[in-house]
């Protein structure tokens, strides 16, 4: 069964400061995807990206970027220079191909980034 | 790009009421809909799915007689929570996909914030 963690419950930083959310997952599946969504104090998820398994290349989108290893089954997301309206929960979710209607979710990283 | 939205946005209701909630598709045709909640400080977890003219799948745990989902048209999913008791007070997020059964492919809506008193 597929699975997703997000050891880091919380972290705060200040702002600036560049600052790593770590994923780590399990799938049986050859084909899947793989998500980051930001869900700040609204409650509205904003969808960050989505990676497909065989798509391993890095992708940085202004402050963001992402580090896609499936040799260690990570996705990591790195804000670089955070600012505080960067703070919100951090979601990492994976779904598999052959099982379309199942998307897991991390248990969310939540990022505080003080002035 | 594609847009969901959910009415309302925050309901609170008596212990014992039901409470109708709408997911919209607004500039697409959601062939698929989820329905997602989320517990104070805690993840996303998918309640059903329903594809437009069927009965929704829901998963395990979840009771369907009491989570009632219905997905009459291709733009419009409701949700309704029947005999509503404190513990079901969530929030709750809607998703919807054109490609049947597609969860890489959903678009979320902004979610319902329920309050049962």
């Known amino acids: 069964a597929q699975k997703v963690t997000q050891a880091q419950t919380e972290i705060s930083v200040v702002e600036k400061e560049d600052v790593t959310l770590d994923c780590v997952y399990e799938t049986r599946d050859t084909t899947y995807y793989l998500f980051w969504y930001k869900q700040p104090p609204s409650g509205e998820l904003v969808f960050l990206i989505r990676?497909?398994?065989?798509?391993?290349q890095n992708e940085i989108s202004g402050r963001y970027s992402w580090n896609f290893q499936k040799s260690t089954s990570s996705f990591n997301f790195t804000i670089t220079a955070s600012q505080v309206v960067d703070s919100a929960v951090y979601f990492c979710a994976l779904s598999e191909a052959d099982n379309n209607n199942d998307m897991r979710f991390g248990a969310g990283t939540r990022l505080t980034v003080k002035p | 790009g594609a847009v969901v939205s959910q009415h309302p946005s925050r309901v609170i209701c008596k212990s014992g009421t039901s409470v109708k909630i709408e997911c919209r598709s607004l500039d697409f045709q959601a062939t698929t809909m989820f329905w997602y909640r989320q517990f104070p400080k805690q993840s996303l977890m998918l309640m059903a799915t329903s594809n437009e003219g069927s009965k929704a799948t829901y998963e395990q745990g979840v009771e369907k007689d009491k989570f009632l989902i219905n997905h009459a048209s291709l733009t419009l999913s409701t949700l309704t929570v029947t005999s509503a008791h404190p513990e079901d007070s969530s929030f709750y997020i809607c998703s919807a996909t054109e490609v049947p059964g597609a969860v890489y492919e959903q678009y979320f809506g902004p979610g319902t914030r329920l309050t049962v008193t």
């Open positions: 990676r497909n398994s065989f798509d391993e």
